[in-house]
């Protein structure tokens, strides 16, 4: 009986001896601090960002309005009080656009709802849809800041571009550009920037962007878009500008 009893004490006391060695080996793999909690995992953003729809007013006939927003091949027609949610769909004249029971038919700067049919035949709702354009503006006014608290001489120089950006597929091209010298002025620093109206297609998206310069090197830039002009954006942005980082510089305090 003495015997058996000394066997399991020895069973017992190898197998503890055997997992501590098994969980002191695991800790010299996993390094220092293994033992304790994991670090917890850095959250990440999961916030989708805003889906960006393209609008377009149309004035109908009997002065009706009618509201498009296009993205990709979908359309959002707003009529009166009803919203249809529509995708676009073969069409050999013009861009038409469908939720299987209403149609809208894009031609130019046209168009016109309907009840959707298989031969096409369906009962008009609204015809006679005038694209709006927007009022004739000539200039993009607005201030041009940065906030990082240090003085520019007066001989560093701001430009300012408005920019087509309808493209994603493309750079951007410029359809106006002004460069002027800062001089006395403190920030913000306003400007009128002047543009040909005729360059300005409604169905296009623009945007405004700055940056200063002290002789050749960029010292500060937009770092977003701001849109202006065209789906239902203003003809004014005040641009806040970033601090370019030059090789070997540090950022200020």
């Given amino acids: 009986m003495k015997a058996t009893r000394t066997g399991v004490n020895l069973g017992l006391t190898l197998a503890v001896m055997l997992a501590c060695g098994g969980w002191t080996r695991a800790q010299q793999e996993q390094g ?28 109908c006939e009997n002065g009706a309005k009618i509201v498009v927003y296009l993205r990709d091949t979908t359309a959002k027609v707003r009529f009166q009080d009803r919203f ?64 990082l608290r240090m003085a520019l001489p007066e001989q560093a120089t701001i430009q300012v571009q408005l920019m087509d950006v309808s493209r994603t597929d493309a750079p951007a091209t410029v359809v106006a550009k002004e460069t002027f010298e800062l001089g006395k002025a403190q920030v913000p620093v306003p400007f009128t920037l002047k543009f040909n109206p005729a360059k300005i297609d409604p169905k296009h998206s623009y945007s405004i962007s700055a940056r200063v310069l002290l002789g050749s090197e960029l010292k500060f830039a937009s770092d977003k878009a701001y849109p202006v002009l065209t789906q239902g954006n203003p003809a004014k ?16 305090p």
């Fill in 32 to 59: 220092p601090g293994a033992a304790t909690s994991a670090s917890p995992a850095k959250p990440q953003n999961t916030v989708r960002p805003a889906i960006k729809w393209k609008r377009f007013d149309y004035t």
């Fill in 84 to 147: 249809y949610l529509m995708r676009q769909t073969r069409s050999a004249d013009g861009n038409r656009y469908s939720n299987g029971k209403v149609v809208w038919w894009g031609k130019g700067d046209g168009g016109f709802l309907q009840e959707d049919a298989p031969e096409g035949d369906g009962k008009i709702i609204v015809k006679d849809c005038v694209l709006e354009k927007p009022p004739m503006q000539d200039a993009v006014t607005g201030t041009v800041t940065y906030l």
């Fill in 237 to 252: 942005a005040d641009l806040i500008l970033m601090p370019v980082m030059q090789q070997g510089e540090t950022p200020a």
